[in-house]
């Protein structure tokens, strides 16, 4: 799943650290969110979505994402 959290990251001049502290995971927890190899709960979508002040559509990409 495709994700814009490295680009609003940067936006805000955040580290992963900084941001896993702010939505209650590890900076590995972001890292691996970031490249693909990890995808997020609803649950930490919403606080990831939510701290950005986005939906969770506009922070994640669902369309590679198989039904």
Not at 15 to 42: C, H, M, N, P, W
Not at 43 to 54: E, N, Q, S, T
């Amino acid at each position: 799943m495709k994700t814009r959290i490295p680009e609003l990251r940067k936006q805000r001049k955040l580290s992963q650290e900084e941001l896993g502290l702010a939505v209650g995971v590890t900076r590995q927890t972001i890292t691996s969110l970031e490249v693909g190899k990890y995808t997020a709960s609803l649950v930490l979508a919403y606080k990831i979505a939510r701290f950005f002040g986005l939906s969770i559509e506009d922070v994640f990409d669902f369309s590679e994402v198989e039904e």
